[in-house]
C-alpha cells in the first residue's frame, strides 16, 4: 500500500441529522440545529483506531444561492470537528448551473483530499446518503456505502459497494472488509 487509507463521508445525513421537509433532505441551518447521527462518535473512533483518515465532503449549493452563508456552514464544520475525529470538512459551495469538479458527483474535493493526504484510493471509502455522493466515490476509484433513508428522489447514480439502513453498520463493514 503506497498512501494512507480514508473513508470519506457526506456531511448531512450521515455525520449529522439532515432537516427532512416533503421527503427531501436539507442541511441544519445554524450550529444550533446541528444533531449528530447516533452511533458516529463509535464509529468514527472506532474506524480511526484502526488507522483512517477520516474527512467529510459535502456539497452547501445554499451559499450560491443566497440562503445561507459560508461564516455559518464553516460554524457548523467546526462544531463537527471538535466532536469527532475529522481531519477537516471539505466543501463545494457552488450550485448545479456552476458545472465545478468539486460539487458531488463530481470528485474533485475527494481528488484534493487525497493529495493533501497522500490518501491511497484503492484502499479507501465515501459513505453517502444520497447518489451523488456514491457517483463521486465510484468515480474516484473508492468503495462505496449508501446509507439509505428511503428519501423522495431518484437515483440516478452507480450501485454501491454497500447498502446499509443504520450509522452503526459503516465501521463493521469497513473493518471487516479491510484491504491489507
Given amino acids: 500500500m503506497s498512501g ?24 441544519p441551518a ?6 449528530l447521527i447516533p452511533g458516529v462518535e463509535d464509529a468514527f473512533s472506532q474506524l480511526a483506531d484502526h488507522g483512517y483518515i477520516l474527512i467529510g465532503i459535502t456539497n452547501q449549493p445554499d451559499v450560491a444561492r443566497g440562503s445561507q452563508s459560508k461564516e455559518q456552514v464553516e460554524k457548523i464544520n467546526a462544531l463537527i470537528v471538535s466532536k469527532l475525529p475529522l481531519a477537516e470538512i471539505l466543501v463545494c459551495y457552488h450550485d448545479d448551473k456552476d458545472n465545478c469538479d468539486c460539487r458531488k458527483p463530481m470528485p474533485g474535493l475527494i481528488f484534493r483530499a487525497a493529495e493533501q493526504y497522500q490518501v491511497d484510493l484503492s484502499h479507501s471509502w465515501m459513505v453517502g446518503d444520497r447518489w451523488k455522493d456514491i457517483a ?36 463493521k463493514i469497513i473493518l471487516q472488509k479491510e484491504i491489507k
Fill in 4 to 27: 494512507a487509507r480514508a473513508v470519506f463521508l457526506d456531511r448531512d445525513g450521515i455525520i449529522n441529522r439532515s432537516v427532512v421537509c416533503d421527503g427531501k433532505p436539507y442541511p
Fill in 136 to 171: 463521486a466515490g465510484a468515480a474516484a476509484g473508492l468503495q462505496t456505502i449508501f446509507l439509505d433513508y428511503q428519501y423522495d428522489e431518484v437515483y440516478k447514480g452507480p450501485q454501491p459497494t454497500y447498502t446499509i439502513i443504520t450509522m452503526m453498520d459503516i465501521a
Fill in 30 to 35: 445554524c450550529v444550533e440545529d446541528v444533531e
